[in-house]
């Protein structure tokens, strides 16, 4: 069980799948993105089946988020008035002891400009997101960290310094060792 899950969160196009990857390098976890996994899934099943593997995506993280390590980075957009019950279901199914929210900060607009642009190189099993578009008004009206524990905000409009952002989820977690919450907690 992953004792340690680190979410990593915020609108479409806010940088959360650019800074999972070297976050979780950091942390020494391994990083699961739904996307990531969404689209092997896609890949493997016929096309009329596409529109089942988001769910059957998310449901997979979890179960390898399960898998025996002390901590994991699992990223994904929670939108919390869609997604909490999902959210802690999931956290069950992982065995989470402790969890930290990277709340990725970044301007609507640019992420929708992001969001936007990327919309026609992403996988095909994507091709929902430009239906999703429509919905932009509500996710960034509401769009908010779940909160089911601490919260690291993070601007994410320009570079991060990922270093810095690692000790501050180490300092946030839980439960954690207060001796380690400088470099030697973090991989180099």
Known sequence: MARQVVLVNGLPGSGKTTLAGPLAALLGAPCLGKDAVKEALADAVAPEARALVGAAAMEAVWRLAAAPMARVVVESWWFRPRDLDHALRGLATAGADAV??????VPPEVARERFEARATTRHPVHSDDRDMAAEWAA????GAPLALGPVVRQDTAGPVDVGALARRVMVALPGRDPRRTGATALRT
């Open 139 to 142: 996710w960034s009206a509401a």
């Open 100 to 105: 930290v929210e990277v709340w990725c900060d």
